[in-house]
């Protein structure tokens, strides 16, 4: 994957530090909203991975050079790649940018050949979806034994974290256990709730 240096980042912008589990590496965005996205980027299961700020392109519009860097440049578990612009569902409903995103769309098929697609970030600011999806991905990777999958797997109908752990006592499960099964999908629960030991959780099957 293409990769912009950091030293020709915008001088106006500072440039934001993530470290991404999922490249295993450190990623430079300009904007929390940005940031907010980046976390939803490394819980998608359909990206193999992504890099952000890849390249800087100048094209003509209206008879004047400008100049367009794409936020994220994606993989796809597929093999597909597509660029990504993150804006916020203000931003992004903000009508100058929508025409400008426009014609960028169709100037990205017709001579790149590359989509470019609008993400919009459910998690811009910090609000407890995004505070939740930060507190979690320190469980992403996170070893299960085979018991304790086993003992997450058995959650159907639902029930809260510190139920879980008292429904196990021969497993010992401990609470970061159930927070990683949160993280990796074998459990979920309301994203609109702080998780806590009296978050209610179900099995990822469980309607």
Known sequence: MPIKHKDKYSRIKPAIEFYSKKNRGQMFC??????????????DTTIRRYQTQPDTF??????????????????????????????????????????KHHFLTELFNDVL?????????????????????????????????????????????????QSVLDRSPGVKLSLNTVYAGLAQGLLGFDDRQ??????????????
């Open 30 to 43: 300009e904007s929390r909203t940005e940031v907010g996205a980046l976390y939803e980027l490394e819980f």
């Open 58 to 99: 100048s094209y003509r519009r209206n008879g004047c050079k400008r100049r367009y860097t794409p936020d994220v440049l994606c993989e796809g578990t597929d093999g597909k790649f597509w660029f990504e612009e993150i804006k916020s569902w203000r931003g992004a409903n903000a009508p100058s940018f929508q025409n």
């Open 194 to 207: 702080k998780i806590g030991p009296w978050t209610t959780v179900w099995g990822a099957d469980h309607a």
């Open 113 to 161: 050949g590359v989509p470019l697609k609008l993400r919009l970030s459910t998690a811009p600011y910090n609000c407890k979806w995004r505070g939740n999806l930060a507190f979690l991905y320190r469980y992403l990777g996170y070893p299960f034994c085979d018991t304790a999958y086993s003992a997450l797997g058995s959650v159907r109908e639902p029930i809260t974290v």
